[in-house]
């Protein structure tokens, strides 16, 4: 019951946004430099995590799409790691209020919940981030990354562990669109 109340709620705001506004917001240019992101990728990782020794190399996938009326980027990333299947999913979307990029970040490796925040560099073809969530043992922790579009059918990310200032790459995946 209270979720049918809660709906209810939702829905007659925004029917009474749309009527106030005559329609909906739309996505804007910030959702297109998302849209970059957007289809099936093929990955190569190399990871160095901390207590193994040298580096640890794989392969995954990623599948990611503009959803939600087109304002979040939802990708779904799969692998294996140690062993072990791997799952990871982001939702990605512009902020027009804080006028930035947010989203969460989820994987199976743990229960814990990671914020990002991020911006494109000018000419859009390098994504900026930083995710903050619960480390192994709870407290927080911080990672930088940077996604760089090398042309529409190859992107790299690296990924750092931020501590007391000091970033120590954790992560590398070349991507690879599928043809």
């Known amino acids: 019951m209270k979720k049918a109340t809660v709906l209810l709620a939702v829905l007659a705001s925004i029917v009474s946004l749309v009527e106030a506004e005559d329609e909906l917001p739309k996505p804007g240019p910030e959702h297109q430099l998302l849209a970059q992101f957007a289809g099936e990728w093929d990955a190569k990782l190399t990871c160095n995590f901390p207590g193994t020794e040298g580096p640890i190399e794989t392969s995954g996938s990623q599948s990611a799409k503009l959803d939600v009326g087109g304002f979040f980027l939802i990708a779904n990333?799969?692998?294996?790691?140690?062993?072990q299947p791997f799952k990871g999913h982001a939702v990605t979307g512009y902020d027009p209020f804080q006028k930035k990029y947010t989203g969460v970040w989820v994987d199976s490796m743990g229960p814990g919940v990671y914020q990002t925040t991020g911006e494109f560099t000018k000419d859009g073809k390098t994504y900026n981030e930083t995710m903050t969530g619960p480390g192994q043992d709870g407290k927080p922790v911080k990672f930088r990354s940077v996604m760089k579009i090398n042309d529409e059918n190859h992107m790299?990310?690296?990924?750092?562990?931020?501590?007391?200032?000091?970033d120590t790459q954790m992560m590398k995946i070349e991507y690879t669109r599928k043809k």
């Open 156 to 166: 790299t990310f690296t990924m750092y562990s931020v501590e007391e200032g000091k």
């Open 77 to 83: 990333f799969k692998s294996e790691f140690f062993g």
